[in-house]
């Protein structure tokens, strides 16, 4: 769902999707019920290497702004070793500690990316 507002209107934002989609530089989706008026979750997938610490901030933002949980997810490559599966679950268990919304982690292995049709 896109917002089709206007993006802000002098100093204050009054449309916090439509700033995020224009000075953002990511792939934004927001999913609603279908017929609903409420966002009960929020999903954030970032790859690997990525600064969490924003990403994360701004997620819950938008999660305290809906009173929605977010959850963040992983997608590590099959070749990725124990070792760093484990410091990526570590780092971002510590920065989901300083949420005050509701968050949950999800650690996928796959080399299959969304594009991947095989």
Known sequence: MAW????HNGLLISNPLGWIMTHINSNFALFKDNGGRNVRKVLLSLRP???MEKFIAVTDRISQFYNASFTLLHVLREDTTDAQALEIEQTANDLLKTSNSESDL?????????????
């Open 4 to 7: 089709n507002g206007r993006a």
């Open 49 to 51: 290497g990525r600064k």
């Open 106 to 118: 999800i650690i996928i292995r796959s080399n299959k990316s969304i594009n991947n049709k095989k």
